[in-house]
């Protein structure tokens, strides 16, 4: 049963990181789209908009691994209620 726990758990911290890198690039596309077609602005600004969403998926990727490195490194401390420090 732990290795199901494992597995599932896995897969939640999986499907987060691929939703938390792809929504910023999404985002700011969307929002360069609605800008674009609301106040005419120039089509250019897609390149800054996608570059922009890029560096953020990139960013949280980056947060995420240190993330998964530190807690990989560090042994999980499990203290029952009478075992104070």
């Known amino acids: 049963?732990?290795?199901?726990?494992?597995?599932l758990?896995?897969?939640v911290w999986l499907t987060?990181?691929?939703?938390?890198?792809?929504?910023?690039p999404?985002?700011?596309l969307g929002g360069c789209w609605w800008a674009v077609t609301r106040w005419n602005w120039p089509v250019?600004?897609?390149i800054p908009a996608l570059l922009l969403g890029l560096a953020a998926g990139a960013q949280t990727?980056?947060?995420f691994a240190r993330?998964?490195?530190?807690r990989a490194q560090k042994p999980p401390s499990r203290r029952g209620f009478n075992q104070h420090l």
């Open 1 to 7: 049963m732990e290795g199901l726990y494992k597995v």
């Open 9 to 11: 758990e896995d897969l």
């Open 16 to 24: 987060q990181l691929g939703l938390s890198i792809i929504m910023p």
């Open 26 to 28: 999404l985002l700011c």
């Open 44 to 46: 250019w600004l897609y």
């Open 61 to 63: 990727f980056l947060s």
């Open 67 to 70: 993330r998964m490195n530190r």
